[in-house]
């Protein structure tokens, strides 16, 4: 009885509904043979990880879905132990270095070289090639890119890369030319009600048009986000309306208090008490950046047309300085000042 | 009265010679040189007030004449010269002075003022004229008579010094003598009454005032030169004593006298000065008095309106003539007005906050904290931490601590602001003036001194036993010196350091820790009889089982010199080992040896001519340094330690550092005698002692500056001491401070007092004079927590730079600086990631420092009263608790992975606040009803009861942990009914791995190997033919399994094997597999639970 999403995840390249054009061309590609390096990127729950399934599913056929999880044990150069998941079926394997946070090139380049340099086992397989697939290619350290980039041509006969990325920024130039670049875009609003509607009608749910289209519009043409949503609310109500309420996640309900609070007051005592929810949510693995997002927009609701423009900046600013920073409830703390002190100046008309 | 103290001078210079003497040396003990020009001052008032007593103003001319040339030296002219002028106003003919008193104060003043300048002028001329011979004569007169020319020049710089306090002095001055002029007669009555009563020996007893006290001692050492004049002081004395008493008196008769009191006690220090004028003064007093009275009165309203218990002490007095005394009522704490700009800080009399104790609170205007304490402390005044019913004054700031505001509240103690403190220190005479407080002090102060003279006296003598027959080397100076007593001398050519030659020669000597040397010496003295009966009775205190004593404590306390001397006294031949000497295990038993059984040598032979004693062949082996016994002392501490425990002879160890590990092997086998840091006064008294002799001037609060830094390191404060003598004579406040902090040992701050001290505004007001360097040097006392402790509190002030708005402005102030602060942080993180990252930018720390620390501080600098406690740091927890929270994820992720897409980020974003609907949610509220439904999705998520608790966990606000209520019942249903089922694993960890191992080799199970074989088999099937059905562990049998998986098939089959799980993620195969799986894992589950009995039975065969 897993979750819907993954109940009723489309299992091949046709069965996939919407962006039919690039299935296609994902169906050419793995049929023609030659099939080159991937780099898919789009959105969290687009579709990456289901379009790339099926497409691995078309170039190997089922025995594909035979996967298992491997612990392998890597040892860095400072003699450090890391242990890491596998992902594996006979014909691909399924990574994500980032696991392993700094170390990623270790596994990057032991990993990758030792299928690299063997050759596909199954002799009746389709293809002589195995595939690695990397997911949060994004996250991979710049080491971990270069140690990669030459793999790439040199190990050529035996192996294919599919990189997933939420985004091509943080992919060093020399990968991406090296691979062809696929991007899944997220899903219409329509299509993610289509989907609703079709997943409903396979579990016998009444249908609420309305609620379907408030889910799409929530879950920010989120796929996977949209499905869970719809599950949310189903499992809470028995009878759905249009009007039925969606239930914000919890880091997200946390985030509307702390947007509350610090409407209601702005004092640096305020910044105090603000400080320790934020300290929350970090520590609960909300990334800071998400935080910090999902906070402006609160914020941007509840403010003055005025205030939006510099407040969006100054968000911008401090979302800069998280990525570039280490400590990351400093930044968001000084946005939450800023804020405050910003806003605070324009409701006195003056300023210091 | 002029043409008096030269005939005085001109007659009798020996004994003004010993007079002046006298006052000198004491001032050498006081404080400063000023002091002793009070003294002055205060003398001529008692002397006054004698004659006044027994004879006429005629006769106290005549008198006067013969008593002044004591003190006409030089240096007391000057002073004498001011008081006179006070003095003569009111004093000299009673007739004059009345009606000048009664003109008003003002017209006193200006009389005053004329004739300080006709003194100002003789002065200079007596100088001039005496400069060396007389000058030199009168200064060191005891000393010097003696004494050879050289003393001369110094005498000169004193006297030079004396003049320039002089000046001081008459610009204070002034002010007080109008309040002087109108207190003392009724003082002076009381004073004769008991003058003519005490003699020369209540004299030398009372000697209330420190001056005053040393010339007695001093004159009773030359056995009353000139008895004329020593009749004179001792009257002075003695009134003085009365004077306290009569304060007392005063006291209590009004407040208005009160106020009045300190000024009239003031002149009673005087008393020396001009012995005709006391008769007068006594009327013109009185009548000033009188005059005085209704603005006493107009200050007693001022006072009224102040909630004071107490009455108001000389300064009240002051301030009721002039403007600026803010007193601050403690009901309205209202915040002083911001003094805009730094003021100038007032020069006032030497030891002028003399007996006064002061409590500072909240942030003054123009003084850091630190500067307002120095500056008390420059004046002889003492500075604590909270008040009390002894504080003399509360220095109120702006933002007062609350609870000190309290404490004030309560004990009605009298608060000022920075003005009124800095009226004080301009207004209060030398020494406190006559003030109940400074009056006390001063008479401490005296017995300080008098104990300094008598240690000094004693140690001459040991000198003289000692060194008289082996140190005539000295050559004059020397000699000179045995031959006065105690004379200042210039440094012995003595090639000796300053810490042996003032070694302490008796227990007596010691600076503190006397209980622990008696314990020392009782110890010592019993070893030969304990030795005796083979350390088994443990005696009164204990230490009779032990052969070995360790002591230990900080450096420069005396430990070294504590042993010695006990070993000394107690008759034994040292042999001494320290960290010079190698300490191996093998030299500690092999040289030891040759001490351990052994006597020494002089028990049996003795130098020329001297008797061969018996009782000397005692040895005691002194090891020192034991903590110092180094890499290179291999198994040292080891053997040492054995030898602690049969040694034959007694041993002293000594350590700084008891409790390091290492020093481990010494416990329960030697006696520890802790000794501590002595107490200010405890060396202070020593210390003064040494400058005594060595003819030092060191005021007491200056040495208490030195002893503070050095905390109480005895040795370092003498050769700072002998380092300062090396070029100087005397030592201020300033000097000392500086050099103490110049020989400061760096103290390590802990975080919360890094914040503190940045934050609490000090450091950032106008007045403070620390430099950028400074703070970013306080950041380094701890690089790693400085930043993240100002990060965690920087909103917790009460930010200076916002004191000066109200309202709304203030709260957008507040906000501008909170924001400016935290901006700044936010840059220090950036710098931070340079250093920290991978560019490893180390240079960037003083950078970081700057952004992250200083800078933010800069702004929110203020008081942190009323907003809690200094906090630690909380990023580290929360960055601890973040990783762990992260483990779990990626271990709830890793488990999910075979079904679900998403990363880790998506997971606890999107997936978690379903999954914890579905599991903790419906537990909350269905009860058992949802256990089932709750364990098939956790099965189809591979998800283990680990993760069950991870996600609860991982619930945040309206999913917090602590607001989730499942009653016990209900947990307890969940978990009895997931443990009886088995459940499916994604994988087998490595981590998992290695326990089981060591399993198998418990309980090789024929029954189970087969079981497992066949799993195995299976596994390696599976491997090969790459799908077949998922293997689900049963997680029941993990432990029962797994051994034989891992012990056999896994090493044939290592990566791919080793992670069973494998899933089909068909749609339609998935369900009917999940339900065949599940069945199939039952079946294996109740097959093993066969099976485990027989592991069971195995094992109890076994």
Known sequence: MALLVDKHRPRSLEALSYHHDLSERLKSLAQSGDFPHLLVYGPSGAGKKTRIVATLKELYGPGVEKIKIDSRVFQTTSSRKLEFNIVASVYHLEITPSDVGNYDRVVVQDLLKEVAQTQQVDQSARQRFKVVVINEADHLTRDAQAALRRTMEKYSPNLRLILLANSTANIIAPIRSRTLLVRVAAPTEAEICQVLRTVGVKEGWSEAEGLNKRIARESGRNLRRALLMFEAVHAQNEQVTDKTSIPPPDWEALIGQVADEIMAEHTPQRILQVRAKLYDLLSHCIPPTTILKTLTFKLILKIDDALKADVIRWSAFYEHRIRMGSKHIFHLEAFVAKFMRVLESYLMGMDF | ????????????????????????????????????????????????????????????????????????????????????????????????????????????????????????????????????????????????????????????????????????????????????????????????????????????????????????????????????????????????????????????????????????????????????????????????????????REVQEIFDSIPLVRPPTPPAAAAGEPKKFDYRNTGSRSQPAPAAGSKEIPIGAENCLAGLTFVFTGLLDALGRDEGQALIKRYGGKVTGAPSTKTSYVVLGNDAGPKKLETIAKHNIKTINEDGLFELIRRLPANGGDSKAAEKFAEKQQQEAQKVKDMAAEMEKEERRTGGAGGAGGGNAIGARASNGDSASSGKIDNRLWTVKYAPTAPSMMCGNKGQIEKLQTWLRAWPSNAKTHFKKAGKDGSGVFRAVMIHGPPGIGKTTAAHLIAKLEGYDIVESNASDTRSKKLVETGLKGVLDTTSLLGYFAGDGKKVDADKKKLVLIMDEVDGMSAGDRGGVGALAAVCKKTSVPMILICNERKLPKMKPFDYNTYDLPFRKPTTEQVRARMSTICFREGLRMPPNVLDALIEGSRADIRQIINMISTAKLDQETMDFDQGKQMSKAWEKHVILKPWDIVSKILGGGMFAQSSNSTLNDKIELYFNDHEFSSLMLQENYLKTSPTLAASYSGKERALKLLELSDKAAESISDGDLVDRMIHGSQQQWSLMPTHAVFSFVRPASFVAGSQAGHG??????????????????????????????????????????????????????????????????????????????????????????????????????????????????????????????????????????????????????????????????????????????????????????????????????????????????????????????????????????
């Open chain 2, 1 to 296: 009265m002029r043409l008096q103290a030269k005939a005085a001078k001109a007659k009798g210079r020996g004994k003004r010679k010993v007079v002046s003497d006298s006052e000198e040396e004491a001032q050498v003990v006081m404080p400063k040189k000023s002091t002793p020009k009070k003294p002055n001052s205060k003398k001529p008032i008692k002397r006054e007030s004698p004659n006044g007593e027994v004879t006429t103003t005629t006769d106290y001319f005549a008198s006067t004449g013969k008593s002044r040339p004591s003190r006409s030296t030089p240096t007391k002219p000057k002073a004498p010269s001011e008081k006179k002028i006070t003095a003569s106003t009111t004093k000299n003919t009673p007739a004059k002075s009345t009606p000048k008193p009664k003109a008003t104060p003002t017209s006193r003043a200006s009389s005053r003022r004329k004739a300080k300048a006709n003194y100002t002028e003789p002065q200079d001329d007596e100088d001039d004229e005496d400069d060396t011979a007389f000058v030199d004569k009168g200064d060191d007169s005891a000393d010097d008579i003696f004494a050879a020319d050289f003393k001369n020049s110094r005498q000169t710089k004193e006297d030079k010094y004396n003049k320039e306090d002089d000046s001081e002095e008459e610009v204070a001055k002034p002010k007080r003598k109008g309040v002087r002029a109108g207190k003392p007669s009724p003082l002076v009555d009381q004073e004769d009454q008991v003058s003519a009563a005490d003699e020369d020996v209540t004299m030398k007893d009372t000697n209330p005032d420190d001056d005053f006290v040393v010339p007695d001692a001093k004159e009773e050492i030359q056995v009353n030169k000139s008895i004329n004049g020593v009749k004179a002081r001792d009257r002075g004395n003695t009134r003085k004593r009365k004077s306290a008493d009569s304060e007392v008196h005063d006291e209590e008769k009004d407040e208005e006298e009160e106020d009045f009191d300190p000024p009239a006690k003031k002149p009673k220090s005087i008393k020396p000065k001009s012995p005709a004028k006391p008769p007068p003064a006594k009327k013109p007093r009185t009548s000033a008095h009188k005059d005085d009275v209704p603005e006493s």
């Open chain 2, 869 to 1102: 406690p200094t906090n630690f740091t909380s990023w580290l927890g929360n960055n601890s608790k973040q990783g762990k929270l992260m483990r779990f994820i990626k271990e709830i992720q890793g488990h999910m992975r075979l079904r679900a897409s998403g990363d880790r980020h998506e997971i606890r974003q999107q997936y978690l606040p379903l999954l914890w609907y579905k599991l903790i949610g419906e537990l909350e509220k269905q009860g058992k009803d949802s256990v089932k439904d709750m364990i098939k999705l956790m099965d189809s998520y591979f998800l283990t009861k680990e993760d069950y608790d991870a996600i609860m966990e991982l619930g945040v606000g309206p999913m917090d942990m602590e607001n989730v209520k499942i009653d016990s019942a209900t947990k307890a249903a969940f978990t009895r009914l997931y443990n009886q089922k088995s459940h499916p694993l994604p994988f087998m960890k490595a981590s998992n791995v290695l326990a089981p191992k060591k399993a198998s080799k418990e309980r090789p199970d024929l029954e189970e190997a087969i079981d497992a074989s066949d799993e195995g088999e299976e596994v390696v099937a599976d491997a090969a033919n790459e799908d077949e059905e998922e293997n689900l562990d049963l997680k029941k049998d993990k432990y029962v399994r797994a051994p034989p998986k891992k012990a056999a098939p896994k090493k044939k089959a290592p990566s791919k094997a080793k992670g069973k799980a494998k899933e089909d993620l068909e749609d339609e195969l998935d369900e009917d597999e999940s339900e065949e799986d599940v069945k199939p894992k039952k079946g294996k589950g109740s097959g093993r639970g066969k099976a485990t009995p027989a592991a069971g039975r195995g094992r109890g065969r076994k």
